[in-house]
Structures are given as structure tokens and as C-alpha cells.
């Protein structure tokens, strides 16, 4: 498979990243053509290397799904790491902090931060390393073992969202539990077309970013995403202007539904064989 389709795939992950956290945010925060394409590109340079990684073998609904679910999720992950633990930032503009925060208050210590991070790095790349060890194990593992460690990325995100949110929020049952239980039942849909278990949980928790933000972005358009909750609208012309770029995203959403239903009708093989 010619590495231009993965980068393509990339910018398609990238550009419907970009265009729900433009929507939720230039509102609030202005809008600049560099700071929307910037996942773009970035999920562009990530889909390099997940090629290199993947070496898929030609350009199929299958793959398309796959690589994807990965980018999309790497992206994200990158990004959401450098604004909690790297960043420097003020803070006030925001009701939940975007850097890390303990019970609602920013971490003002820069070393600490980065200490922080390189350990929450070190810790989610230890439980993809032990979701690997287990199909290492048994390389066939039962659709329980399969949807349990497909949700690994979720309960990451869980725990993750909980700190940062509750503290200001308070903690939602229902909410918490919602990334685990969509990554499961996304693990059991990839699952269908990779016999890497890693690659299963990296994907399914790509959709169930996906998923969440669009349903809190354009399910509740008039209500402020959690940062700027009690936060005044400053550029109202953003209010009109961001539904141009509306049609991008639902391209994009029906592109990667009809390859998910695409992929279903052609030959498929993966960890999860039902269908």
C-alpha cells in the first residue's frame, strides 16, 4: 500500500480533529488558519509513521478503518499530552485547566509537570505493552479477552477525563464508564479486521474519541464545552462562520462509515470472527 493513502487517511483523521475543536472553541478563542490545520498536518507526520509501523499491504476498506482509528488516536494522545504536561499557558480563560490540575488547581511547577507526564506516558505505554504480552501468550484470545483489552485506551481516557473534570464537575457514573464501554463494543467492530491486539485497543479508542466529540460538539451546539463552561462568547461572527466547515466533517464521518460497512461485505480477517 503506497504510503501517500496513509497520509491521506492521516489528513482526514486530522482535518476532522480539527474542525470539532475549532467549533467548540473559536467561539471563545478566535480562529487562525495555522491553529486549525495543526493537527492536520501533525496527524499527516503520524501517519508516516504509523505506516512504517502497520507496513499495510494495499489500500482496502480493512486497512482504511485500521490505520484510521490509529492515527487518529496517536494525534490526539500527542496533543492532549503537550497541552496537559508541556505547555505554558494562562489558565484563568479557562473554568476546567487544561494543564495538569489537582483538585481543580493548575500545577504551577514546570518539572513537576513534566515528571507527571513522562510517567502517565510511561504508564499508558506499559499497559499497551501488557496487552501485547497477553496476545503474545495466546495469540488467539477469546472475545471476552479481546473486547476486555480493546478497552484498555478507554479506561486510560476514563481515569484521565475524571481527574481533570470531577474536581470541577463532579464525577459522573455514567460519563466515567462511557469510554470503556464504547471501546469495548468499538473493539469487537475492529476486531473484525486486525489480528494485532494492540492495534484493536489504539483503534478502538480513536472511534470512541471520535464518537464523543461529536456528540458533545453538534448534539449540544449552544452549550459550552466543559473549558469554557460560565466563559463569555468573545468572537460571535465564529457563532455563523464555523458552520462552513460542517460539511468537511459529515464528508469525512461518511467516508469512514461507508469503509467500516465496505469492509464488512469484502473478505475480512481478524482477532474477532462472528460475521
Known amino acids: 500500500m503506497p504510503l501517500l493513502y496513509t497520509v491521506l487517511i492521516g489528513l482526514a483523521a486530522g482535518a476532522h480533529s480539527s474542525t470539532w475543536g475549532m467549533y467548540k472553541d473559536a467561539p471563545h478563542e478566535g480562529f487562525t488558519w495555522w491553529k486549525y490545520f495543526r493537527s492536520t498536518l501533525f496527524a499527516a507526520g503520524v501517519a508516516v509513521l504509523v505506516h512504517q509501523w502497520l507496513q499495510p499491504e494495499a489500500f482496502t476498506a480493512s486497512w482504511l478503518v485500521v490505520l484510521f482509528g490509529v492515527i487518529y488516536v496517536v494525534e490526539r494522545a500527542v496533543a492532549e499530552v503537550y497541552k496537559t504536561f508541556i505547555r505554558v499557558q494562562d489558565q484563568s480563560k479557562y473554568t476546567i485547566p487544561m494543564q495538569l490540575a489537582v483538585l481543580g488547581r493548575p500545577v504551577e511547577s514546570y518539572p513537576v509537570r513534566l515528571l507527571v507526564g513522562a510517567a502517565y506516558v510511561g504508564g499508558a505505554l506499559l ?123 459529515v464528508a469525512i464521518w461518511a467516508v469512514v462509515i461507508g469503509a467500516f460497512v465496505l469492509a464488512f461485505s469484502q473478505p475480512h480477517t481478524g482477532l474477532v470472527n462472528v460475521f
Open 127 to 249: 499497559v499497551m505493552t501488557g496487552v501485547q504480552a497477553v496476545q503474545r501468550a495466546n495469540p488467539a484470545p477469546a472475545l471476552i479477552v479481546v473486547l476486555l483489552l480493546g478497552a484498555a485506551g478507554g479506561w486510560i481516557s476514563a481515569f484521565g477525563g475524571a481527574w481533570k473534570d470531577a474536581p470541577i464537575e463532579g464525577f459522573q457514573t455514567l460519563k466515567f464508564f462511557r469510554s470503556p464501554l464504547m471501546a469495548s463494543f468499538y473493539a469487537f467492530v475492529v476486531g473484525h479486521f486486525t489480528t494485532n491486539l494492540v492495534v484493536v485497543a489504539l483503534a478502538a479508542t480513536g472511534y470512541v474519541i471520535m464518537t464523543t466529540e461529536t456528540y458533545k460538539t453538534f448534539f449540544f451546539p449552544s452549550k459550552p464545552r466543559g473549558k469554557f463552561q460560565g466563559k463569555p462568547v468573545l468572537f460571535h461572527d465564529w457563532l455563523v462562520k464555523r458552520q462552513y466547515f460542517v460539511p468537511l466533517y
